[in-house]
């Protein structure tokens, strides 16, 4: 019976740990989408131009297609409105009532559909892979019962997930909507690591238990913390460039750091306090724990995501903003909140241990 129970915690930890795999490829994707500017290069959902597998070429279309994805993507968001206005959000629901930019229906791009098209495939793979992790979470409920819970729970974020995807693309690409989907990307990956993490509990003499002091999780937690903050003020920014980019036509990038203004010299400067945070975080880990344990490892995996961050965000400012860099810095910041996550579980499991031993 022993052996059984291991060999179906085991199997869900595999399938985890592909799911949040996944996730990663799909923000990757999705940085692709935004920085090549495909993000409409579907103006429907969840087909795209009407068919599961997109046209290749314009004269596959009615001659008044614009006109006709304008009109179902209008009524979308007129549904969307009044939703938000029964939930209360009406200052939200007028801006979207108002906002001229959805009114715009860009001509068909044969690239940047099939880029779109692939970003949605990717998506209905790891709705997928979120399905096998609630069947596989299921034989776990007899030890703990959370895991199943949260597995089905991650089920019904990917559907809102993909509903949110669905609003993004009917209000054209709503700079909001972009960053509340971004953010609920990192809270299904965020919970992934959590319940894999909850379920390795239910396997024997898993690790070696290691005195750590409060004060670490602390300063790691603020760390996290103010990562978050500093996602949503690079998505602040991507709007901004976003805006130069269409007024200039993509053209003459070297200027358009410069054109950015407060919000770039805010979000720069931020990069410089998470790195001493994070460099005393790094201080404490490193002096506290054993060389081989995990939160060493994975602290050592943090520093190197921070460097590496900071280095792709240098290079997109001192060489204008290189399309292949915009991906890469946006999978780098989602990777570095994984990790904290990560050590958050790791650090209050040894400091949880520490307290129950005295």
Known sequence: MKQ????????????????????????LIGGIVRSSGSGMGCPDWPKCFGNVIPPTSVEQLPANYQEIYL???????ERFVATLEKFGFPEKAKEIANDKSILIEEEFNAVKTWIEYLNRLAGVVIGLLIILTVWKSFPLGKNDRWIPVLSVFNLLLVIFIGWIGSIVVSTNL?????????????????????????????????????????????VLLI???????????GTQVREQIDIISSSLGGMLRDEWVGRIGFDFLIHRSFSLILLGIHILYFFWAFKYTLRRSQVNLWSQVLMVLIILEIATGMGMAYFGIPAFLQPIHLLLGSLIIGVQVILLLEIRENIQFRLNTN
């Open 174 to 218: 709503l700079h909001w909507m972009i960053t509340f989907h971004m953010l609920l990307a990192l809270l299904l990956v965020s919970l992934l690591i959590y319940v894999y993490h909850r379920s390795g509990k239910l396997v024997q003499g898993k690790g070696v238990k290691i005195e750590l002091p409060k004060r670490i999780v602390w």
């Open 223 to 233: 760390g996290t913390i103010l990562m978050l903050v500093q996602i949503v003020l």
């Open 71 to 77: 009109n179902k993507r209008l009524a979308k968001n």
């Open 4 to 27: 059984a129970t291991n060999k179906s915690i085991n199997s869900f930890r595999r399938v985890s740990v592909i799911t949040v795999m996944a996730v990663y490829l799909l923000i």
